[in-house]
């Protein structure tokens, strides 16, 4: 009987014995695709599982660096927008001949989630760079992409959305999303280039919540802002700072620095503030911020490292509910 | 410190002073600068805000500015406009002639004093 090996190359071979080894911590290589599998966790989702679930989609980042990889989430039992919409802004960035395919999860609920929101035509369907689709739209989800900020747009998608969950109109989601497309058109690509954001309104019918997430892989808010306030080597702590709209937090931010510093800094920090100030007043019912190496859920008052590589980008991630 | 105007003085407000309506300008106000995208808040103070403020302040009256009626407002946008305006004619000035009508969101005017103020 011929092993299972024969005819293979000798690279090939080592190929399989380190995906063999590899598959005790859920990646696996299928021979016949060449596709690296990597298993998602059960719970799927980077605002209530940060750790398992940024790890997770760092690994998919590194290894789309060298190979196809198909994002398995057949074990997921539990899933939010924000982490389909990282999986799907990483699958964009693709280069030419990289591939990310996946599956959809077991669980019923679980795969429901999935399908509304337009993962499957996004990822499941996108195979190649120059074939990104950035629009999805479902009864009850909205995806786009886009550059700078789309006023229009955003009035459109909060608008649909508010429709969905029969809510009014939110006033300050709008405020949010302009807030974020500003940021990233501003400060998160490096030296000339631009980066495209993405984001995602979903309504889960089930739990009867309305869901924003926004989201750019570029340097992430901390980077960007360490540079201006240097003083800060904590990227939980000055997120944290960021997002704390009390005047003595704000002070914080300025501390130490001279003044002519502070004078080239008109109107700094303002967004994230107003974001986490629309909390505060009971227009929103959750803000959590995801960037470099840190996590916050403002409401939760929750500021924590996450350990590894942190994560790429800036995601930024609100539900409505009383609503301005 | 910058007046605010309630919905019910709004009528008054017309009849004692100038009347400047965003969602005149765009329904949907944008970021801070032109290369932000449409409708910036930068646009919105040259072409709009500074002018109308210098008619209010020829003809010796306040200037209302009327933020209801638009999709919403980002922080860049309002400081741009009114930090801008600050920046030009000087905080006491600003303060004299300004107020801010908002009857959907009325912490705008706390917010936009702050900008003010920061400027």
Known sequence: MRSALHGLRRTQIRSLRRAARSSRSGRVVNPSTRAVEILA?????????????????????????????????????????????ALITYADALGSGQRLTGDLPLDDGARQAVETCGFAELVLGLERKGNRRGFVETASASARTG????????????????????????LVSYSNL??????????????????????????????????????????????????????????SELLRILLDPSVSALKKLWAGLPAR????????GRGLRKIAQSLKRGSLRRVVVIANGAYVDVGAGIAARLKGHGFQGTLVFWEVGQVA | MVGSVGRSNAMRADALGHVLRVADYTRTPGGRYASDGAYPGQEFLDSHLKPAFERAKSDGATLTVDLDGTAGYASSFLDEAFAGLTRTFGRAEVEQILRIKSDAEPYLHEDIQQYIAEA
């Open chain 1, 261 to 268: 510093t502070r004078t080239r800094q008109p109107g700094r």
């Open chain 1, 147 to 170: 550059h700078q900020a789309n006023a229009k747009l955003a009035e459109e998608l909060v608008q649909r959305g508010c429709a969905a969950a029969g809510l009014p109109y939110s």
């Open chain 1, 178 to 235: 302009i807030e974020c497309m500003t940021n990233t058109n501003n400060h998160a690509a490096h030296e000339q280039g631009t980066i495209a954001w993405r984001l995602m309104v979903t309504w889960d019918e089930a739990n009867q919540r309305l869901q924003f997430v926004f989201m750019d892989p570029g340097r992430g808010i901390c980077r960007t802002v360490k540079l201006r306030f240097p003083q800060f080597s904590d990227d």
């Open chain 1, 41 to 85: 966790p059960s719970h799927f989702s980077i605002v209530d599982n940060p750790e398992e679930t940024v790890a997770y989609l760092q690994t998919v980042r590194r290894a789309l660096r060298s190979s196809d990889v198909r994002a398995a989430l057949r074990g997921v039992q539990v899933v939010s927008p924000d982490a389909l919409l």
